[in-house]
């Protein structure tokens, strides 16, 4: 979700440095909160607190987080769509094909935006960071979609923007489609184990014809 098919980052940062400055912490450069996208909401806290006051993210989190919440849930569902999302899921569904959504994301904060964005009703699974008892990049919740739409690894592909993703689906026994943009943590997501890099999401359609 984060990354892939939605530009989250704007709405993320601000809640966060809102987070921060009621915290009398300091507030940091969108850039270093995007680094810490894509791996769930606890570890957004944890790791934009640590980063802004070199503290024990431990003692803030409990407080930090209902913060946050209050921030995030007047502003998750205003982020856009990635260019060519919206056209190519919509070519995908009037094709027949299977489609859902794997995210970190918890499940309010993903329901606001998949309903708001109209793209819920293309979806015909949404697992989210709470559906299950762990999150990407452990392959439980790409199992947990597969056996809710009952189809096989070999017959899914997982697309994503990071090296959380890349695991998750390597481990699920799917193939692998990686976007160019997205949250990537500063690591390199070139890897053997990707079945093909996209240029642009729009592409997708061309790979699965």
């Known amino acids: 979700m984060d990354g892939t098919l939605f530009e989250t980052a704007p709405e993320l940062s601000d809640s966060i440095n809102l987070m921060l400055k009621d915290l009398k912490m300091a507030e940091l450069e969108k850039d270093e909160i995007k680094n810490f996208i894509g791996k769930g909401a606890e570890n957004l806290i944890n790791q934009s607190i ?27 569902r205003k982020s856009h769509m990635f260019d060519g999302v919206e056209k190519t899921i919509a070519d995908l569904k009037s094709k027949g094909f299977l489609l859902g959504c794997v995210t970190n994301k918890p499940t309010h904060y993903t329901t606001a935006l998949m309903k708001e964005s109209r793209l819920i009703e293309s979806m015909d699974i949404i697992v989210s960071g709470d559906t299950t008892e762990k ?21 899914a592909i997982m697309v994503g923007d990071s090296c959380v993703d890349i695991e998750a689906g390597f481990a699920a026994g799917t193939y692998i489609v990686t976007v160019p943009y997205g949250y990537q943590y500063g690591e390199s997501i070139i890897s053997d184990k990707v079945d093909y890099a996209m240029s642009h999401f729009k592409e997708l359609t061309q790979i699965i014809n």
Do not use: M, V
């Open 50 to 76: 640590k980063f802004s006051s070199k503290k024990d993210p431990s003692l803030f989190f409990t407080k930090a987080e209902k913060l946050f919440d209050q921030h995030y849930s007047l502003h998750s």
């Open 135 to 155: 999150k990407k990049p452990d392959p439980l919740p790409i199992q947990y979609a597969l056996n809710q739409l009952t189809i096989g690894p070999k017959e």
